[in-house]
């Protein structure tokens, strides 16, 4: 009698053990499949972004709030300077970039052979800054003197033109502008930091830094001494909307146009299927993404719309 009792109670565990190992496998395959609904969402997942890096501090504060309006979303900067990020990007060390430039024709062939169509979007406007120790020569600089130092030939007052690196998006754009296909190192150099390249401008009168508006947002937060240091204003001499007369880079400049040395931001998402990067890409274009442009000093590409509440009357 207590044999059959302990074989029926035998019985008995072994099926629940059973079912219960059914139930943690149904379990755990329901879990993998909510995982990969997750992973391929416009909206949650997680995804690696090229970052120009004379952009990172404007594009971090778009990912913190992207990432509180979407808790299952993780979006993993990579900051770069323009040259090293594009390399990746053509690579495939990551499919989605925000950059001052989108990709040329040549750039643009390994995604075609792969019959990747880009998804590249203009996202805002900021210029390039020029600034100085306080006790320097001048407050402004007219843009022949920035192209006589990228040259290598002497100007009066300043002697050096300094940037933190000469494969950033500042250099490769200030070439272009002057159509310069080699600069002299004589008057040109560069530092291993915004820190580095602060302090050599308080130690040295003669030395202009050149920085992004947003770099320069940066400066303005971190650098205890900043009134050791002033922004020059740039001559508008080129371009449609050329006046002579010399402008601050501020958004009042960039929206009239009168500031010379604009450049724009792009998104660039090169996924070869819908994905977060979707998601986090109309984020950056949409209302709420333009407001954190608009809200740094820069230029949106779509001004964000503002509600006006009317009433009766005031109570």
């Not at 190192?185 to 992004?212: C, M």
């Not at 740039?234 to 371009?239: H, K, L, T």
Request: proline share 3%.
């Amino acid at each position: 009698m207590k044999t059959a009792v302990r074989f029926s109670f035998f019985l008995f565990l072994s099926g629940f053990f059973l079912t219960s190992c059914n139930f943690l496998k149904k379990d755990s395959k329901e879990s993998k499949v909510e995982t990969k609904k997750t992973a391929s969402g416009i909206l949650s997942g997680e995804l690696d972004v090229l970052v120009d890096e004379t952009i990172l501090s404007i594009i971090t504060e778009h990912k913190e709030l992207f990432e509180g309006s979407y808790p299952n979303a993780q979006i993993n900067l990579i900051a770069e300077n323009e040259k090293v990020a594009i390399h990746k990007l053509i690579n495939r060390e990551a499919d989605f970039a925000i950059l001052t430039r989108t990709l040329d024709e040549e750039e643009s062939l390994s995604f075609e052979k792969r019959s990747i169509k880009p998804r590249v979007f203009p996202a805002a406007k900021e210029g390039i800054v020029f600034f100085t120790n306080h006790d320097g020569p001048d407050s402004k600089i007219q843009l022949e003197q920035v192209k006589s130092l990228l040259r290598g030939e002497e100007i009066e007052g300043f002697n050096t033109l300094l940037f933190e690196s000469i494969n950033s998006s500042l250099f490769r754009q200030l070439k272009n502008i002057f159509n310069i296909d080699k600069v002299s190192g004589a008057k040109v150099s560069e530092t291993e930091s915004l820190d580095s390249l602060v302090s050599k401008v308080v130690r040295e009168p003669g030395v202009i830094a050149v920085v992004s508006y947003d770099e320069f947002r940066t400066i303005k937060k971190t650098f205890k001494d900043i009134n050791k240091i002033r922004i020059l204003d740039v001559q508008n001499s080129m371009g449609e909307q050329a006046d002579g007369d010399y402008y601050a880079p501020t958004q009042s400049n960039f929206g009239l146009g009168k500031y010379p040395l604009m450049r724009d931001i792009y998104v660039l998402n090169y996924q070869p299927k819908t994905a977060l990067g979707i998601g986090w890409s109309s984020f950056i274009t949409g209302d709420r993404g333009q407001r954190v442009f608009l809200k740094a000093g820069m230029l949106p590409d779509t001004m964000p719309g503002r509600e006006i509440i009317i009433r009766d009357k005031v109570e």
